[in-house]
């Protein structure tokens, strides 16, 4: 079953403006992950969060994290046309370390 | 050096035969993971290896799917009796040793069934 489920699933947007995509998960997890994914490629790793974490940024990029109300948020400031892309997380957790992700959000940046 | 390769990274086939579909990890990654992903949809896990350990096999959806992995390098997927349902991309990804450190992807292979 799927454990990451992200909202919203298409979101589009100005270049300039901040994008914000959130990310539920439904059981205890050890780490969550952001990746992205451009159309008909494979995925890349953007950046990890831990649980005992709550909140990280990279670059552009701020992820947060509330393991009570186990959801996730991605902001991507600054938005560019090329952040146009799939962004997926994944919920890493439990003791079969269980490897899920969710649908995706649909990021369109118009420039 | 060189990211996960995939091999082919298109497969169009006819209903009921079988494919291989092949993944070369990132040199020194001991795990290595395959998923798949349907048009439009999330990736759904299918297997995971790690090391020599005997590898999760709980996401394979049938037993028409399996896969190894020889020498703890190169990983095949192989789908017997193929069906139309089959048709999705199949991705690769590798990471460094454990389950929760950032995975590398490969291009995925693009399989079609007629």
């Known amino acids: 079953s799927q454990q990451g489920e992200e909202d919203p699933q298409a979101l589009s947007i100005q270049e300039g403006e901040n994008a914000t995509m959130n990310c539920s998960y439904k059981?205890?997890?050890?780490?969550l992950q952001w990746y992205r994914q451009n159309s008909g490629r494979g995925l890349v790793h953007l950046i990890l969060?831990?649980?005992?974490?709550r909140e990280k940024h990279s670059g552009r990029l701020r992820v947060t994290l509330d393991t009570s109300k186990k959801s996730s948020s991605l902001l991507i400031t600054a938005s560019r046309a090329a952040d146009t892309a799939s962004y997926f997380c994944?919920?890493?957790?439990?003791?079969?370390?269980?490897?899920?992700f969710g649908k995706g959000t649909l990021l369109t940046v118009n420039p | 050096g060189a990211g996960v390769s995939q091999s082919p990274s298109n497969k169009v086939t006819e209903k009921g035969k079988d494919v291989e579909l092949r993944c070369d990890p990132i040199?020194?990654?001991?795990?290595l993971y395959w998923y798949r992903q349907s048009l439009g949809q999330g990736l759904e896990f299918l297997i995971y290896?790690?090391?020599?350990?005997?590898?999760?096999k709980s996401g394979l959806p049938s037993d028409r799917f399996s896969a190894e992995r020889t020498g703890g390098s190169v990983s095949t997927l192989t789908i017997q009796r193929t069906q139309q349902e089959d048709s999705a991309v199949y991705l690769c990804?590798?990471?460094?040793?454990?389950?929760?450190?950032?995975?590398?992807f490969g291009d995925g292979t693009r399989l079609s069934i007629l």
């Open positions: 990804a590798s990471s460094l040793v454990a389950v929760d450190q950032p995975q590398h």
């Open positions: 059981t205890s997890i050890n780490n």
């Open positions: 969060i831990r649980s005992n974490e």
């Open positions: 994944e919920g890493i957790g439990g003791s079969n370390y269980k490897l899920t």
């Open positions: 040199s020194g990654h001991t795990a």
């Open positions: 290896f790690q090391g020599n350990s005997a590898p999760d």
